[in-house]
């Protein structure tokens, strides 16, 4: 008897789990909203940021001169600028007046002025000065300007040094322009691009987001259609804590993994993005983070009373996210509280174990605090989950009991009137 009842119970479990896993499904296909979060934005919006950034670096940034030498050094110096990448002389300004306008009507970037004892103070031996100026309203126009007047003036101070050293051989010379030989490597970012350092921070942040907005606009949407405005429909296959949350759980997560395969593979693929860490790391370290967003969301979902609500609570969060996760910003020089808060969210350690599987080449032993840190958060976030799920489900009862009584109250209160009616008669 005991085991025909508990095998009742897991048949109908399953029944209700399959139930509200697919009634989960049709829901996301028949909102459009939902539509929009779980396949739209993830599938059209790391393509745009991907493509907009794709170039990876800032060339041929414009920028003014101001050249009171005019000698042929002078010439010399701007020439050389000229011909790097990074930076193209678009003009010659007579003054300093001048070159300013074109600035601040951004004609340039930057301006580069050579003094007028520029080639006087090189003859004699003296040290001079070449002044850089640039917008600092972009930072990457800073980068490609300082780096070609760095480069420019090293170069030319060696073949000073050499023209001076009086060497009788090429070894001597190149001693001379070189006493310490270095070898600059840029590690994990060989082009030292713009795209390479943010996009795979962003594509994890995507995720999170869309996922917090999908979920969301369900919860909103099932707010708004219920009669008592609960979270729970009050239906007999919503009974079991278990089996609603685990339930809604799959569909997010069925729904996701392909998304994710797209969004941190096969974007990163296209654009030619740096990717060197192993799939099967890739996809034991992934599995926990969509488990960690989606009970986040859920959790969450509680807040959301309507369907636009969680537009308002969520999609301003996206960028001071970015910033606290330690990638846009150094984390050692965050502020302790700010850091502790980081550790909520699961984009958190979600971007900076993707960034070292996938960008360094990590192997998950190395991300051991970040892969653990995600296990902790889904299991916190799920706890969470089935006591805010638990809270609607009481709430729907007990808007259902009400409503009952109060129904059962005028059915008595109409019975008791129409007696009073016949005994009169």
Not at 134 to 151: E, F, I, P, R
Not at 195 to 218: D, E, K, N, R
Not at 380 to 393: A, E, H, N, P
């Amino acid at each position: 008897m005991n085991f025909q009842k508990i095998k009742d119970y897991w048949r109908q479990s399953c029944k209700d789990w399959n139930f509200i896993f697919m009634h989960e499904l049709r829901s996301m296909i028949k909102d459009e909203g939902v539509l929009i979060f779980f396949f739209l934005v993830p599938l059209a919006y790391p393509l745009l940021y991907t493509f907009i950034y794709t170039g990876e670096t800032v060339r041929d940034v414009p920028v003014v001169v101001v050249d009171d030498s005019h000698t042929a050094r002078s010439r010399e110096y701007i020439r050389h600028i000229d011909a790097t990448a990074d930076v193209e002389i678009m003009s010659y300004c007579s003054d300093m007046a001048a070159a300013r306008k074109a600035i601040e009507h951004r004609e340039a970037y930057g301006l580069i002025h050579i003094p007028s004892d520029f080639n006087d103070r090189l003859s004699k031996g003296e040290q001079t000065y070449v002044s850089v100026y640039c917008d600092m309203s972009g930072l990457l126009y800073y980068k490609a300007l300082v780096t070609a007047n760095t480069n420019v003036s090293l170069a030319m101070n060696a073949r000073i040094k050499v023209a001076r050293a009086g060497n009788t051989t090429l070894q001597q010379d190149e001693v001379t322009e070189h006493p310490i030989a270095y070898e600059e490597v840029s590690l994990y970012n060989p082009q030292n691009g713009f795209a390479s350092f943010l996009i795979p921070a962003v594509l994890i942040l995507i995720i999170q987001q869309t996922l917090l907005l999908g979920v969301g606009i369900s919860a909103g949407t099932a707010r708004e259609k219920n009669r008592f405005k609960e979270l729970m429909p009050f239906n007999r296959h919503y009974t079991g804590l278990l089996r609603i949350v685990l339930g809604k759980s799959w569909a997010y997560l069925l729904v996701y993994i392909p998304i994710s395969v797209y969004v941190l593979g096969v974007v990163p693929h296209l654009f030619r993005l740096n990717q060197i860490g192993s799939p099967v790391n890739l996809i034991l370290f992934v599995i926990p983070f969509l488990m960690a967003c989606i009970f986040f969301a859920m959790t969450v979902s509680v807040l959301v009373r309507h369907r636009e609500t969680c537009i308002m609570l969520i999609v301003f969060t996206s960028v001071p996210l970015l910033f606290i996760s330690g990638v846009s910003w150094p984390g050692t020089a965050m502020p302790a509280f700010w850091k502790t808060v980081s550790y909520i969210f699961p984009s958190t350690p979600g971007i900076n174990g993707f960034l070292k599987i996938n960008n360094m080449g990590a192997p998950l032993i190395a991300v051991r605090h970040e892969w653990v840190m995600l296990w902790t958060q889904a299991i916190i976030y799920f706890f969470t989950t089935c006591l805010v799920y638990r809270y609607s489900i009481i709430a729907s009862r007990r808007h259902v009991v009400r409503l009952y009584r109060r129904m059962k109250a005028l059915r008595a209160k109409k019975t008791h009137k129409e007696r009073d009616a016949h005994v009169y008669q």
